[in-house]
């Protein structure tokens, strides 16, 4: 079994900042990539950033320069740092953990920025 649990979510007013972590624990031998999503009402799940192992990110263009990924391989956790935020990120934000045979979603954090 694994376990991913998310924390730091919140609200907060445009042009705050909030950290988001992630935890990864249980049969987890290597864990590969991980990632955040996030789902606004009525709107399908979409990705905001990965990292993989070694380090290398991806971002969505939204977000790009505002928020920030990163991840303690020790640790199996990852974190979003997002700063400048706008009344557009509101959303419910869900880690996703890979590793070798499988991958694990976490339960979602709100994040709420109010205009």
């Known amino acids: 079994q694994v376990q991913v649990v998310e924390s730091g979510g919140g609200l907060v007013q445009a042009g705050g900042s909030l950290r988001l972590s992630c935890s990864a624990s249980?049969?987890?031998?290597?864990?590969?990539?991980m990632g955040w999503y996030r789902q606004a009402p009525g709107k399908q799940r979409d990705l905001v950033a990965l990292?993989?192992?070694?380090?290398?990110?991806v971002y969505v263009d939204s977000v790009k320069g505002r928020f920030t990924i990163s991840r303690d391989n020790a640790k199996n956790t990852v974190y979003l740092q997002m700063n400048s935020l706008q009344p557009e990120d509101t959303a419910v934000y869900f880690c996703?953990?890979?590793?070798?045979?499988?991958?694990?979603w976490g339960q979602g954090t709100q994040v709420t920025v109010s205009s």
């Open positions: 996703d953990v890979n590793w070798v045979g499988g991958f694990s």
């Open positions: 249980g049969s987890i031998f290597t864990i590969t990539t």
């Open positions: 990292i993989n192992r070694d380090g290398r990110t």
